[in-house]
């Protein structure tokens, strides 16, 4: 049975998981990037191969910052998450699709499964590590 503080942790987890994606749609990459630690890991995978690694917080915002820049669309659909805790430590898997486009008429969707390694710091969650694993993509018809 879990306590109190597992039942705190798994809700702010997932909280951040959720805001990493409304922070995406909306274009606030300063808000999006606080929800990794100073030291922060992203890792692209397309294919089964990793494409871009992003080492920091000063890279991942110059980089979510130009890479969004050229989308007028984007819009997450966040599905399950499934995470284990360890102390101040936790590792989660979450799925999202995610249609990006330039306009309406030229959308790609996007199957995404994140993994998610996060550090509790001074009492607060922060992504440390994700990989996110873009297992499939389509251009809208």
Do not use: C, P
Not at 14 to 34: C, G, R
Not at 45 to 66: C, P, Y
């Amino acid at each position: 049975m879990m306590d109190l503080q597992e039942i705190s942790d798994r809700l702010e987890l997932k909280e951040i998981v959720d805001k990493f994606s409304d922070y995406a749609d909306t274009k606030e990459n300063d808000k999006q990037v606080a929800l990794f630690s100073e030291d922060a890991v992203i890792e692209i995978e397309m294919g089964g191969k990793i494409v871009m690694t992003l080492n920091g917080r000063d890279q991942i915002a110059k980089t979510f910052s130009n890479s969004m820049e050229d989308n007028k669309v984007v819009f997450h659909m966040n599905g399950h998450q499934s995470v284990d805790i360890d102390g101040d430590t936790a590792k989660g898997t979450a799925y999202s699709y995610v249609t990006v486009g330039k306009d309406n008429d030229h959308l790609e969707h996007e199957g995404v499964r994140y993994h998610d390694e996060f550090k509790k710091i001074d009492g607060k969650w922060y992504l440390s590590h994700r990989r996110s694993e873009f297992m499939w993509q389509e251009q809208a018809k």
